[in-house]
């Protein structure tokens, strides 16, 4: 038989680890993506992208360190490809046809449905606006 106090410390013990635990937990809020300038890859990459890449492409935005897998270092992406840019394999990872495990379906990206919704069904307005946050990830590569 365990002594009262025993059993008071192995409880109290056990509901430190608990909430320490529960703390521990990250948890990514979500929020609607906004509605971006069509044009304008920045701003399209800081809404769609940056949460999990960080502004600067790092892999270090504020929801990266509650995912499972790391998000990638956007700015290395040349030179992890023999120092060429993989602008196809980019414009399909962010249109949703490539997959990327860490993406989970083509509705789960943050970027997915709005980027798909502002086209709708002009595909050519969806595949502008792939090829500008395309463009706007080899701009974010570091020099070599």
Same mark, same amino acid.
């Given at each position: ?11 109290? !013990? ?10 521990? +937990? ?7 993506? =906004? ?6 890859? +920045? +701003? ?18 504020? @929801?990266?360190?509650? !995912?499972?897998?790391? =998000? ?14 993989? @602008? ?24 997915? =449905? ?18 500008? !946050? ?5 701009? !974010?590569?570091?020099?070599?």
């Amino acid at each position: 038989m365990i002594p009262k106090i025993m059993r008071i410390l192995i409880c109290g !013990l056990a509901m430190l680890a608990v909430a320490s635990f529960a703390a521990d +937990q990250k948890v990514i809020k979500k929020v609607a993506a =906004p509605q971006t300038n069509a044009a304008n890859g +920045q +701003q399209m990459y800081e809404s769609y992208c940056a949460s999990c890449h960080g502004k600067a492409g790092k892999g270090d935005g504020p @929801a990266a360190s509650a !995912l499972k897998t790391a =998000p990638t270092d956007q700015t290395v992406l040349a030179k992890n490809n023999k120092g060429q840019f993989p @602008a196809l394999h980019v414009f399909h990872t962010i249109n949703g046809e490539e997959g990327i495990a860490a993406h989970g379906s083509k509705d789960m990206p943050v970027w997915g =449905p709005p980027l798909r919704s502002t086209g709708g069904d002009r595909r050519a307005e969806v595949r502008m606006r792939t090829n500008i !946050l395309t463009c706007y990830v080899e701009s !974010l590569q570091v020099k070599q």
